[in-house]
């Protein structure tokens, strides 16, 4: 268990609707990513927020769009969904400690698995 | 922009070793990271090079040279459950955290 906590964990729409996925980062973790992983693809980085700032941002589309909360929880909303949207997407948190290196150290959630059909 | 490039799969045999390479092209250059993926399971955090050399941590080693844009994982005395694809991450401008496509190991028996 890395401690990030991811829901829903699939999550079943038609084309044209748009769907809303969350995430809780591990405890004391202020950053938090947004990765999308299509079948036998790679991960594709699609935004990274620093308490509630956004402070990367990937190949992530304009129907797309994400929210880091006073909280730290983050949402990630996905709208006008076409077929090519389905994928596993991934949450990942991390401490962002440049100096102690563990910047790129980041913990998983299970991942939504949306299926647009 | 970064570029990460990785063997798409690999075979190997149980209890041999294995190496893994990754080559990467990128600007601001902060580390680079190896991460365990199995069939639909979340990443794992494995390994951590900044500074060129070898860093050691039980069955798996990771090695980095930042003047040729290279690293590798090796895997010593492979096991079944080693099975997975294996992803080698750049953390570059913008402190942005790039993933290659991954590697599928396959281990036999």
């Known amino acids: 268990d890395s401690g990030v906590t991811q829901t829903p964990k699939h999550l079943i729409t038609a084309t044209g609707q748009r769907v809303t996925l969350r995430c809780s980062p591990r405890?004391?973790?202020?950053?938090v990513y947004w990765y999308q992983q299509s079948l036998d693809q790679g991960l594709q980085f699609l935004i990274q927020?620093?308490?509630?700032?956004?402070?990367a941002k990937g190949n992530i589309l304009e129907r797309f769009s994400a929210q880091q909360f006073p909280d730290l929880h983050s949402e990630l909303n996905l709208s006008s969904l076409e077929l090519g949207d389905s994928a596993l997407y991934f949450c990942?948190?991390?401490?962002?400690?440049?100096?102690?290196?563990?910047?790129?150290?980041?913990?998983f959630g299970e991942g939504s698995r949306l299926t647009v059909l | 922009g970064q570029n990460i490039d990785q063997p798409t799969e690999m075979t190997a045999t149980e209890g041999a070793i294995v190496q893994i390479n990754c080559t990467y092209q990128?600007?601001?250059?902060?580390?680079l990271f190896w991460y365990q993926q199995h069939a639909g399971e979340a990443p794992t955090f494995l390994s951590y090079?900044?500074?060129?050399g070898l860093e050691e941590k039980g069955r798996f080693s990771s090695f980095l040279s930042r003047s040729k844009g290279y690293s590798y994982l090796l895997l010593k005395e492979l096991q079944m459950k080693d099975s997975a694809s294996y992803l080698c991450?750049?953390?570059?401008?913008?402190?942005?955290?790039?993933f290659g496509g991954g590697t599928r190991l396959m281990v036999k028996p």
């Open positions: 991450a750049a953390l570059g401008a913008g402190n942005m955290l790039t």
């Open positions: 927020y620093y308490n509630g700032e956004e402070r």
């Open positions: 405890s004391g973790d202020l950053s």
């Open positions: 990942a948190s991390s401490v962002w400690d440049l100096l102690r290196g563990k910047a790129g150290e980041l913990f």
């Open positions: 990128t600007s601001g250059f902060n580390g």
């Open positions: 090079n900044v500074l060129d």
